[in-house]
Antibody
Framework: EVQLVESGGGLVQPGGSLRLSCVAS????????MAWVRQAPGKGLEWVSS????????YYADSVKGRFTISRDNSQNTLHLQMNSLRAEDTAVYYC?????????????WGRGTLVTVSS | QTVVTQEPSFSVSPGGTVTLTCGLS?????????PSWYQQTPGQAPRTLIY???IRSSGVPDRFSGSILGNKAALTITGAQADDESDYYC??????????FGGGTKLTVL
C-alpha cells in the first residue's frame, strides 16, 4: 500500500526539541522530493520544509529557518524533521507529503499527520 | 513576501456551480507557478485535487476542474454535492522547493 506514516509528535515545553519521522511505503521513496506541511489549530495549511529527491537540497519557510532541520534516510524510506527552540506558535499538526510533478511542483501523497503541542 | 489570496468563504446550492480563485497580493498567477488545489475536511489530511493548474489527480471526479482565469488560478466545482462541503486550499510553487499556501476557502453547500 502506498502510504506515509508520521510519528514523533507530542507535548513539549517552549524552548524544547522534538524529532518527527515519516516512514514511506509502496513507492520509490528515494526518487521523490519530500516535504513537511503544518496546520495550527483552526488555521490553514503552511509549507514548512522540503528535501529534494536528488542532490540533497533543503528548503525552509522563514518561520522555521535556523530552528528546524529536515533530513532523509533513503535506506530506511524515512523523512525526519528535527525541531529545536520550539515556540507556542509551532503548535500544529505536522503532515508529511511526497512531492510529484514534472518540476516537483505539487504534493501528491499525504500522511495523516502528527500533533505537536508546545506549551508549559 | 509572497501572499496567496483566496476567498475566506463561499456557498453553493446543491447541483450548482462554484468557482474558487487563487491570486497573488502582487502580480498574476500563471502556469509558471504550477498552481495546485487541495480539499480538506475537519480532522482529515488534505486530499490532492488539481495540479499544474488543470490536471485532475487520480480518482478525482470530473466535476472538479482547474484553470487560469485572468490573473488568478481557479477551481470550479460543477454540480456541487453535499460532501463537497470542505476547506479548499491552493498552493503556488515558487520554485526551488518552496511553496506558498493560500489561506483557504471554506465552502458551504446549502
Amino acid at each position: 500500500e502506498v502510504q506515509l506514516v508520521e510519528s514523533g509528535g507530542g507535548l513539549v515545553q517552549p524552548g524544547g526539541s522534538l524529532r518527527l519521522s515519516c516512514v514511506a511505503s509502496g513507492f520509490a521513496f528515494s526518487s521523490f522530493a519530500m516535504a513537511w506541511v503544518r496546520q495550527a489549530p483552526g488555521k490553514g495549511l503552511e509549507w514548512v520544509s522540503s528535501f529534494s529527491g536528488s542532490g540533497g537540497s533543503t528548503y525552509y519557510a522563514d518561520s522555521v529557518k535556523g530552528r528546524f532541520t529536515i533530513s532523509r534516510d533513503n535506506s530506511q524510506n524515512t523523512l525526519h524533521l528535527q525541531m529545536n527552540s520550539l515556540r507556542a506558535e509551532d503548535t500544529a499538526v505536522y503532515y508529511c507529503a511526497a512531492v510529484a510533478g514534472t518540476h516537483s511542483d505539487y504534493f501528491d501523497l499525504w500522511g495523516r499527520g502528527t500533533l505537536v503541542t508546545v506549551s508549559s | 513576501q509572497t501572499v496567496v489570496t483566496q476567498e475566506p468563504s463561499f456557498s453553493v446550492s446543491p447541483g450548482g456551480t462554484v468557482t474558487l480563485t487563487c491570486g497573488l497580493s502582487s502580480g498574476s498567477v500563471s502556469t509558471s507557478y504550477y498552481p495546485s488545489w487541495y480539499q480538506q475536511t475537519p480532522g482529515q489530511a488534505p486530499r490532492t485535487l488539481i495540479y499544474s493548474a488543470n490536471i485532475r489527480s487520480s480518482g478525482v471526479p470530473d466535476r472538479f476542474s482547474g484553470s487560469i482565469l485572468g490573473n488568478k488560478a481557479a477551481l470550479t466545482i460543477t454540480g456541487a454535492q453535499a460532501d463537497d462541503e470542505s476547506d479548499y486550499y491552493c498552493v503556488l510553487c515558487l520554485g526551488g522547493g518552496i511553496w506558498v499556501f493560500g489561506g483557504g476557502t471554506k465552502l458551504t453547500v446549502l
